[in-house]
């Protein structure tokens, strides 16, 4: 269907435009003489407002003969033709409004007048149906460019929820094989230990499959899970691993991302208090700052043996989220010292 037609205002809009169009038209049929101007335009409105509809015939024919995809003498040869005949057909319309002007004792004579008008009647109206055929390439061509427009568009979004199934399928193998190591540790040491540990697993991942799916969840039931998983540690590492933790009121309901909190938590245990022997307090801080939510997670660590134990998957995947979630937005910022290491994770306390 014609994009004018799928409107009623469109069709107003596209009805108007040929009013100047017509006008000029009476101009030029009563310069001479030939024709009084009100004779003109009672000619010429009528025969604009048919031939408007005739040259939409015109979107149709530029639909089956592509512009850049047609040679150029057969575009112009069929648009030459069709212009033709249009114009043809549209000088018998007027015909037939004179005859039927002519019949009344106002207008009487103006049959001959209209045909002393033909060549200039017949120019016009090949030349306005090439205008008509101008605009339809134009239209086409809009029509396309915003088809791009939307493909691109999903495309970069199917990309983009591609590329976040993806990191939180890395991130999950990521956390059971350090937690399975953990357990396989505790088997023969503490066989007790290694029952609950693996009971508070099965929980903390029941957890992450309710929640996981959501595309945002409360900051409070992220810092659970987070807390879930410093519960499993804590079987392993018993009274070495010391959790303080400082959250304002006003931050429980803001909604992050599932699981962006749990990999810093991680980082903080496995590379960090499991690898002093006395261990150490991690503390974990948020706050609001305006439309931000600021988390801060702190740890102690040992620089010698900093990096030996991981890959840095961990915090590549949680930025790589960020950037894909929030594009630009939000910010992950790491600062290390001789004994601490400190996270600081900035997002919109909103969605996104």
Same mark, same amino acid.
């Given at each position: 269907m014609h994009p004018i037609l799928t409107g009623r205002g469109r069709i107003l809009v596209y009805l108007a435009a040929w009013a100047p169009i017509a006008a000029l038209l009476a101009t030029v049929l009563s310069r001479g003489g030939a024709m009084a101007w009100t004779e003109a335009a009672i000619i010429a409105f009528p025969m604009c407002l048919l031939y408007a509809f005739v040259c939409m015939a015109s979107w149709y024919l530029c639909r089956a003969i592509p512009l850049r995809e047609t040679e150029i003498l057969r575009l112009a040869g069929t648009h030459a033709t069709a212009a033709v005949l249009c114009s043809g057909i549209w000088l018998v319309i007027g015909q037939a409004l004179a #005859? &039927? =002007?002519d019949a009344t004792s106002d207008f009487e004579g103006i049959d001959e007048r209209y045909l002393s008008q033909l060549p200039i009647l017949f120019l016009s109206g090949i030349l306005l149906f090439l205008l008509a055929v101008s605009f339809n390439y134009l239209l086409i061509m809009l029509e396309a460019s915003r088809r791009s /427009?939307?493909? !691109? #568009?999903? #495309? *970069?979004v199917q990309a983009r929820e591609a590329e976040l199934r993806a990191l939180r399928a890395q991130i999950d193998p990521h956390f059971l094989f350090n937690s399975l190591n953990s357990i396989s540790a505790l088997v023969m040491a503490d066989p007790a230990a290694a029952r609950r540990m693996c009971l508070l697993l099965a929980d903390f991942l029941r957890g992450c499959l309710?929640?996981?799916s959501e595309e945002r969840i409360p900051l409070i039931e992220e810092l659970k899970l987070a /807390?879930?998983?410093l519960e499993i540690e804590k079987v392993r590492l018993g009274s070495r691993l010391i959790v303080q933790r400082e959250m304002d009121p006003e931050c /429980?309901?803001?909604p992050v991302p599932p #699981? @962006? @909190? *749990?990999? =810093?938590v991680e980082n903080a245990v496995l590379h960090g208090v499991a690898s002093l022997l006395d261990g150490g307090t991690i503390r974990i801080e948020a706050r609001r700052n305006g439309a931000f939510l600021n988390i801060v997670l702190e740890n102690p660590f040992e620089p010698e043996g900093a990096g030996k134990n991981g890959t840095g998957v961990g915090l590549k995947n949680v930025k790589m989220r960020l950037a894909n979630l929030f594009e630009g937005k939000a910010r992950l910022d790491v600062e290390q010292t001789e !004994?601490?290491?400190r996270v600081e =994770?900035? &997002?919109p306390c909103g969605r996104s």
């Open positions: #005859l &039927l =002007l /427009e939307t493909r !691109a #568009l999903e #495309l *970069q309710k929640l996981g /807390e879930h998983y /429980e309901n803001c #699981l @962006i @909190i *749990q990999p =810093l !004994a601490r290491f =994770l900035q &997002l």
